[in-house]
């Protein structure tokens, strides 16, 4: 079962990362490409979790960053998406990212929104002397679109707002998402991307969730973003698109029916229907960011690439190595991975990346970003 969207002439001509290498886009760019991994021992007097070691966003304290204002019952997941955001309209200019108006689109990606606020709120429920002996002020924190929904709150932002969940897929769901809004005309630009916390109730939702003897990476956090607007309006502010969004597939291995080689037999089919679409061979691949997903789904995803790619090896883009397993925002980091590429000068323009992700639950999808010839460092 395979879901194809056409695209034509969007592009991503802005982006901003916080992530465990840093609070700024140029540390996620830097820490890339020097290969540095930013996983440490997590202080057991700390965090009560099933791991020894983490990627944590370092020295990242909402109050400190955000103000005191508004932030009193903010949690960490949305913490994250509002600094993120705010990095991208403002970050090292003097003035607010020209063209980004009130009637800007959001779509953001998240998992459960916070599981660690999920859990917090239901067990106050439980143990205080009364179920209802709880601080409404948190309760937002509960819903699974606090993050977006504060976001456009906190940039004054009016234009549709939207929360996408699809595991390690959500990154090019929220993508695909965006690219609706832009044909339907509901909005010509949208902040779009994913984020991730760190959690003790992540942390152990995710060991219980793990096949026995799965050795996957550490788990990491953060939030990443672009804007994705049309090429004349990047232009008429004077932007330059970083990538063009030549296309996305998508496709479902049905799980636990199809199991891993369901998922390979899927994404092989995903990403040949993207190369077929887009007139585009496998030796014309520029490179591709793979989601290294943990265990039996890495190992289709890793497979699947293979036969297709039939011998041709593209640069290997690999976030997950300096940052961890960010899960709902791994595609986010792959497409900002792309983008932090593609803002060096040695990166010939038209180039093509292979964004690719699996999730266990099933989902898999494809993106093919080229790289524009305005490019520049």
């Known amino acids: 079962m395979v879901f194809a969207t056409a695209t034509s002439g969007p592009v991503i001509s802005a982006w901003a990362a916080i992530s465990p290498l840093g609070l700024h886009g140029a540390d996620f760019a830097t820490g890339l ?8 021992p997590l202080d057991p007097e700390e965090w009560s979790v099933p791991f020894h070691e983490a990627c ?19 949690d960490r997941a949305t913490g994250l998406a509002v600094t993120a955001i705010g990095r991208l309209l403002t970050d090292e200019r003097p003035e607010r ?3 980004v108006g009130e009637d800007t689109g959001v779509a953001l990606g998240t998992s459960t929104g916070s599981a660690q606020s999920i859990m917090d709120f239901t067990r106050d429920s439980l143990v205080g002397e009364r179920p209802f002996f709880v601080d409404p002020a948190r309760f937002p924190n509960t819903v699974m679109n606090c993050a977006a929904g504060q976001t456009a709150i906190w940039h ?35 902040l779009c991307g994913a984020v991730e916390e760190f959690s003790s109730a992540r942390a152990w939702l995710e060991w219980h969730s793990r096949a026995d003897g799965d050795t996957a990476a550490v788990l ?10 049309p090429d004349a309006a990047a232009r008429e502010h004077g932007r330059v698109g970083l990538v063009e969004v030549a296309g996305l597939e998508f496709g479902f291995a049905a799980a636990p029916e199809g199991g891993a080689g369901r998922a390979r037999t899927v994404l092989a089919d995903v990403v040949r229907r993207l190369l ?10 520029w490179a591709v960011a793979d989601s290294q997903a943990p265990g039996a789904e ?75 010839p305005q490019a520049t460092t």
């Open 276 to 285: 077929d679409r887009t007139g585009v061979e496998p030796g014309g691949l």
């Open 56 to 74: 944590l966003v370092p020295d990242f304290h909402i109050k400190q960053i955000l103000g005191r204002k508004g932030t009193r019952s903010m």
């Open 298 to 372: 890495g190992e289709a995803e890793r497979a699947a690439l293979a036969e297709v790619l039939d011998g041709h090896e593209p640069l290997r883009i690999s976030a997950v190595d300096s940052i961890g397993d960010t899960y709902a925002a791994s595609a986010a980091f792959q497409i900002t991975a792309v983008l932090a590429l593609a803002e060096r000068s040695d990166t010939a323009p038209g180039s093509l990346a292979l964004v690719t992700s699996v999730d266990r639950d099933g989902v898999v999808g494809a993106a093919l970003l080229r790289t524009r």
């Open 156 to 190: 004054g932002f009016k234009g549709p707002n939207t929360t996408i969940a699809g595991g390690r897929a959500t990154g090019l769901l929220t993508l695909q998402y965006a690219l609706r809004l832009q044909r339907a005309g509901r909005a010509a630009a949208v």
């Open 97 to 99: 990212l020209a063209g």
């Open 33 to 40: 490409r020097s290969g540095r991994r930013a996983g440490k």
């Open 220 to 229: 990491g956090e953060g939030a990443a973003v672009w804007l994705l607007e």
